[in-house]
């Protein structure tokens, strides 16, 4: 397996982060009262988010945020199409769909119901 690394995000209820981004694939690996790790895709090139309990939590005040890297990003844009996730300027939830940046990187933007920003980047 090579190298990776992965975020440690806030999540005001484990159980609806659980259920957030299962609409995405992405299933639990480990859960306890103070830690839960959520995985997507195959052992070896999966994404790995990882959640600390922040009861606390503005959602419209977070300043989290993370990339996810994905060889298919039209298949995750088509379940987000499909999610209750809309497609819209404001508000938490939304998703903003994908475009070429100056970077050159094609780049999607959802926020989840915590208000992190996840940026979804097509892998080149």
């Not at 480990?30 to 790995?48: N, T």
């Not at 994908?98 to 915590?114: N, Q």
Request: charged share 25%.
């Amino acid at each position: 397996m090579p190298d990776f690394a992965t975020p440690n995000l806030p999540s005001h209820d484990f159980d609806a982060t659980r259920a957030f981004y299962a609409q995405f694939g992405f299933e639990c690996g480990y859960r306890d009262a103070g830690w839960m790790i959520l995985h997507r895709g195959p052992k070896g090139s999966r994404a790995v988010l990882e959640f600390f309990p922040h009861p606390d939590l503005v959602p419209e005040e977070s300043w989290f945020s993370c990339c996810i890297r994905l060889d298919d990003l039209a298949a995750m844009v088509t379940l987000l199409e499909a999610s209750d996730v809309p497609r819209a300027g404001r508000g938490i939830p939304r998703f903003h769909a994908p475009k070429t940046e100056a970077s050159g990187l094609t780049i999607a933007y959802m926020v989840d119901k915590d208000g992190t920003l996840i940026r979804l980047i097509e892998n080149d």
